[in-house]
């Protein structure tokens, strides 16, 4: 197996429609990502802070030991904290996020099934007969008619 033939079935491999459609998705996926990022962080979660007094999520945390300062003022140990307003921001941007893409695939799951229902209820007109066939219809029936 030589180098051409590796690079071959690379290029074949890497042209096929499945492979760039799902690297059009992961690059339009993490711009979404950004998009509801900054609505969570902009545009959510300010008025959450302000009703519930103020408070910026990722600033709760609950000190578990107090940081050591030295007699010179200097900071010899930190101090240890449980940062629980990290999770509960990182919990707040993930449900968001799946709302959204929910809002999304739901939306487009609705066109679709639209476009699929429309299609459904108008099947085609059946094909007007030609006079052949219609003079044929009559011949046939007429022999039916003999024979019994």
Do not use: C, H
């Not at 007094?53 to 900071?75: P, Q, R, S, Y």
């Not at 941007?93 to 609705?110: C, H, M, Q, V």
């Not at 030609?130 to 022999?143: A, G, H, P, S, Y």
């Amino acid at each position: 197996m030589g180098k051409s033939t590796f690079l071959q079935d690379f290029k074949a491999f890497a042209m096929k429609g499945n492979v760039i459609d799902m690297a059009v998705g992961v690059v339009i996926g993490g711009a979404f990502g950004k998009i509801v990022s900054s609505l969570v962080a902009n545009v959510i979660m300010p008025p959450i802070g302000l009703l519930v007094g103020g408070v910026n999520f990722t600033d709760l945390k609950w000190v578990m030991k107090a940081a050591e300062v030295g007699a010179d003022g200097k900071e010899i140990a930190p101090a240890v904290t449980l940062d629980y307003g990290q999770f509960l921001q990182a919990t707040f941007d993930f449900l968001i996020i799946a709302f959204a893409i929910f809002l999304f695939i739901r939306l487009i799951t609705k066109l679709t099934t639209k476009k699929q229902a429309e299609a459904a209820v108008t099947p085609p007109a059946p094909p007007v007969p030609t006079k052949e066939e219609v003079l044929l219809t009559e011949i046939r029936d007429l022999l039916k008619e003999k024979n019994n």
